[in-house]
C-alpha cells in the first residue's frame, strides 16, 4: 500500500513549512510536541506527555518520511501528506501498567500520520496512530494515538 501510494502520480509533497514546529497532541499521550523539518519530506519529532492509560510519564522520538500526499482541489489552498516512520518511546515513572509491574518501559513506535497543512500559513494538523512494540523489560505490543497540531516557526 505504501509502495502504491509514494508511485501514485500527482501525490507528491511540495511547498511545506520548514524548520522548527511547536504544539500540543491530544490522545495516548497527551503531549507536547516538537518537530523539525529537514525538507519538504524529512523530519524529525519529539514529544513529551503523560499517557493517562498507563499512568505514566511518555517521551518519544521519531524519524518521519512523507511518502505522499493526498490530491485536493487547489482552490482549497490545502494539502494533505501522508507519513510514516519509526522511532524510540519510553514511559517511566507513574505507577501500576497492563505489562505486569514494570517501573518504566522502552519500545519501538512506528507511525503513521495524515495530515492537513494550508498553503497559506506555516501550520499543520494532523491524526497519527503508532503501533508500539515495547522490548523492555517485558516484550508486548502497544499502541499510541492522537490528533495534534504544530506552528512552524
Partial sequence: MVLTLAAAPGLEAHGRAMGLGVGLALGEPVSATI?????????????QGWSFGQKRMHMGLDY????????????????Y???IGVGLRGRMFGSGTVAAQERGSVGLRFPFCVGVEPESFPLEVYFEMAPVWVVAPIS???FDGGIGGRIFF
Fill in 35 to 47: 518537530a523539525y523539518r529537514i525538507d519538504e519530506v524529512q523530519t524529525v519529532q519529539a514529544l
Fill in 64 to 79: 518521519v518520511y512523507t511518502v505522499s500526499e493526498i490530491t485536493s482541489d487547489e482552490s482549497m489552498g490545502l494539502r
Fill in 81 to 83: 501528506p501522508v507519513s
Fill in 140 to 142: 508486548h505490543g502497544g
